[in-house]
């Protein structure tokens, strides 16, 4: 673009450096995640399993099941994805028409909450999620965030590229508001409704705040929560044994497998929808 | 006026339920959140009205006020390098060749601003340990003596919150950028080559005013984000590092959820609240005024 060959060489040169910042420590923990209990204690870099094993993994499911996390996680953010898309793709929908009254005032409404983040109003979320009875439920961790601003807002976008002749057409055949959506919106605004989506999921995939705040109940851990005890040696397994790097770095690896599977799947869509929301603000 | 609203009437009763829900669980939590830090907090919730009292007892608490220049400097840290540095990366996406390098290495680089901050620690915690990769490298080219403890040190912990939290969204914001360098006029470029302009010449005198639209979106987005930083400081918080990295969101969790103290956390929160909106209302003043 700028045909200049210093300027070339020094580009690759910055983005194999930072590319390197990503994957030498990914790599590392892998290795590291992969090594016997011994072999992950010595010091030094490990950049190769020390020796191979898997006792790592198997002290993780094994004795600090890490099964439950996974499934609660799993359970949250499919419930919860779909959810956000079906509410979202409903706002959005009613959003996109344009000759509504009162657009203008639920538009309004909806772009006022983005100016309360959760961390601001945290101890309140707490009370008043206890007040609705829904501390150590994983139903809290579904709610919040149901719906967002920022997924209505991107549904509307898509839905009004759906061109208004066919809708009209459709309409006059006597189509209803749930058969427009289902057999014209969503179809023909798939990108959008799928980019709401991945963002959700890993979003789901991610919550820590909302259990760390909401939940006590062990049998109701979530994935981030049970790999921040391991992390930080919280959920030694007996008194006199402790959790050695292979069994961290396991937890981190298996954590990290599921997101890793999902994302080139997705890439396309997480990035449109980044540059999307980028230029909408 | 009157036919068009009875014509979609149903489309009423299809955004109630959304309304309904940002009234209950973020309206009302907020609203919630005022009338705690007005009122005397008792075991099983608020006892009575005392006026401005937890806002003395904030304002009062040394902690308070550390927590506020904490969660400032942090916020400055983090929006000051994460607007500038992606735009390094950004340029060289734009440079590098063939297509599916380029792609690869924006894969790459995007990657960690999808993980949470459990894995982003647990993975930097590995290799940035006494006995990991950079503290062996540091120490056996002879440039420290001693392995530094990033993650326990009062003097690595801002810089260690800030540093992370750039490198995770570096490639978020550099692709950010990217698209906006993508739309470009490749004919103003080959006008600056006829004219025998040097690639840096044209990084700053068309590449850069390019961008600073988007400069200007990125700059609004990190700033609001960093105010409200939690999850970082959260995770790195420990005893050699709290009074360094320890958020006005983290003291709010502290004392309202850990010490079960309502109305100060609530005062806490409202204040952090107030904070945010006038810094982004200020920071949106200042850009619209260059703008004009």
């Given at each position: 673009m700028l045909r200049s060959r210093p300027i070339t060489i020094l580009s690759f040169i910055v983005l194999f450096v930072l590319a390197a910042t990503m994957i030498v420590p990914l790599w590392s923990v892998a290795a590291t995640a992969f090594s016997t209990k011994f072999g992950s204690l010595q010091p030094g870099v490990i950049l190769w399993p020390n020796p191979w094993s898997l006792e790592g993994f198997d002290t993780l499911?094994?004795?600090?099941?890490?099964l439950l996390p996974f499934a609660n996680t799993f359970y949250v953010t499919i419930v919860g994805t779909t959810l956000h898309v079906l509410l979202s793709?409903?706002?959005g929908y009613v959003l996109a028409h344009e000759e509504l009254p009162g657009r203008h005032i639920i538009a309004g409404i909806i772009l006022l909450t983005l100016t309360i983040p959760s961390q601001v109003i945290l101890v309140p979320l707490f009370v008043v999620f206890k007040q609705f009875q829904l501390?150590?439920?994983?139903?809290?961790?579904?709610?919040?965030?149901?719906?967002?601003?920022?997924?209505?807002?991107?549904?509307?976008?898509?839905?009004?590229?759906?061109?208004?002749?066919?809708?009209?057409?459709?309409?006059?055949?006597?189509?209803?508001?749930f058969k427009l959506l289902k057999d014209f919106y969503f179809p023909l605004a798939l990108p959008?409704?799928?980019?709401?989506?991945?963002?959700?999921?890993?979003?789901?995939?991610?919550?820590f705040v909302e259990p760390l705040l909401f939940i006590r109940d062990p049998q109701k851990v979530t994935l981030q929560i049970a790999l921040q005890s391991v992390i930080l040696g919280e959920s030694a397994t007996s008194t006199n044994d402790f959790i050695a790097p292979n069994v961290t770095m396991a937890a981190i690896v298996v954590a990290l497998v599921p997101l890793l599977i999902f994302y080139p799947f997705m890439q396309r869509y997480l990035i449109r929808g980044l540059t999307l929301g980028g230029v909408k603000e | 006026m009157l036919v068009q609203i009875q014509?979609?009437?149903?489309?009423?009763?299809?955004?109630?339920?959304?309304?309904?829900?940002?009234?209950?669980?973020?309206?009302?939590?907020?609203?919630?959140?005022?009338?705690?830090?007005?009122?005397?907090?008792?075991?099983?919730?608020?006892?009575?009205f005392i006026g401005l009292e937890n806002y003395q007892k904030v304002f009062s608490t040394p902690m308070v006020w550390q927590a506020?220049?904490?969660?400032?400097?942090?916020?400055?840290?983090?929006?000051?390098?994460?607007?500038?540095?992606?735009?390094?990366?950004?340029?060289?996406?734009?440079?590098?060749?063939?297509?599916?390098?380029?792609?690869?290495?924006?894969?790459?680089?995007?990657?960690?601003?999808?993980?949470?901050?459990?894995?982003i620690i647990g993975i930097w915690s590995n290799t940035l340990s006494p006995i990991g990769l950079v503290n062996s490298l540091l120490v056996q080219t002879g440039l420290v003596d001693q392995p530094i403890t990033f993650f326990a040190s009062p003097f690595w912990a801002r810089p260690m919150v800030i540093g992370l939290t750039v490198w995770k969204d570096i490639g978020f914001h550099a692709l950010i950028y990217l698209a906006a360098l993508l739309s470009l006029n490749p004919d103003v470029l080959e006008a600056a080559?006829?004219?025998?302009?040097?690639?840096?010449?044209?990084?700053?005198?068309?590449?850069?005013?390019?961008?600073?639209?988007?400069?200007?979106?990125?700059?609004?987005?990190?700033?609001?984000?960093?105010?409200?930083?939690?999850?970082?400081?959260f995770l790195m918080l420990n005893g050699r590092t709290a009074d360094q990295i320890r958020t006005l969101a983290i003291f709010t969790y502290e004392r309202g959820i850990l010490n079960f103290d309502l109305g100060?956390?609530?005062?806490?929160?409202?204040?952090?609240?107030?904070?945010?909106?006038?810094?982004?209302?200020?920071?949106?003043?200042?850009?619209?005024?260059?703008?004009a």
């Open positions: 499911f094994r004795r600090l099941n890490f793709a409903l706002g501390l150590n439920t994983l139903l809290s961790l579904i709610v919040s965030e149901l719906v967002s601003a920022f997924s209505i807002l991107l549904m509307k976008t898509y839905f009004e590229q759906v061109p208004k002749t066919m809708i009209e057409s459709a309409r006059l055949d006597g189509a209803g508001h959008g409704v799928v980019t709401v989506a991945a963002f959700q999921v890993v979003h789901k995939y991610n919550l | 014509r979609h009437w149903f489309l009423y009763v299809l955004i109630v339920p959304i309304i309904a829900y940002f009234c209950a669980f973020l309206f009302y939590p907020m609203g919630q959140g005022i009338y705690l830090s007005f009122q005397k907090a008792g075991l099983l919730g608020p006892v009575g506020i220049w904490n969660t400032l400097i942090l916020a400055a840290g983090i929006t000051f390098f994460g607007v500038i540095l992606p735009i390094i990366p950004a340029i060289a996406l734009a440079e590098v060749f063939p297509d599916w390098l380029k792609r690869g290495l924006q894969t790459i680089i995007y990657t960690p601003y999808l993980f949470s901050w459990v894995i080559d006829i004219d025998g302009a040097s690639g840096w010449q044209k990084i700053k005198d068309i590449v850069l005013p390019h961008l600073t639209p988007m400069i200007k979106v990125v700059f609004l987005i990190t700033l609001l984000g960093s105010l409200r930083t939690f999850d970082s400081g100060v956390a609530s005062a806490a929160g409202v204040v952090l609240l107030v904070v945010s909106l006038i810094i982004a209302g200020l920071a949106r003043l200042i850009l619209r005024d260059r703008e």
